[in-house]
């Protein structure tokens, strides 16, 4: 995303939606690391959980939280996962 940010000469985006199928966590850790979030007003996500991995998940949400603020979230009750917080 950065790379298409700097390659379009844009700075700050009002939105972006991301749908990336079980690839959000890494996403989400690259962009987190590389700090772009701070160029990104709201964030719109389908995150997916697997059962094994949720320190991992709860270390990501923490992060991210530190440069967003949720304001909605819903348990998709057919997924597996078993992080939750509303």
């Not at 749908?19 to 997916?48: F, T, Y």
């Amino acid at each position: 995303m950065g790379t298409i940010m700097r390659e379009m000469g844009v700075n700050k985006l009002d939105m972006v939606r991301m749908d990336v199928e079980g690839a959000e966590w890494d996403v989400l850790q690259g962009w987190i690391e590389s700090g772009i979030l701070k160029s990104v007003d709201q964030l719109l996500l389908e995150i997916h959980m697997d059962r094994a991995l949720p320190e991992r998940y709860a270390s990501i949400l923490s992060k991210l939280g530190q440069t967003m603020e949720p304001f909605w979230a819903a348990k998709n009750n057919f997924s597996p996962g078993n992080i939750y917080s509303n």
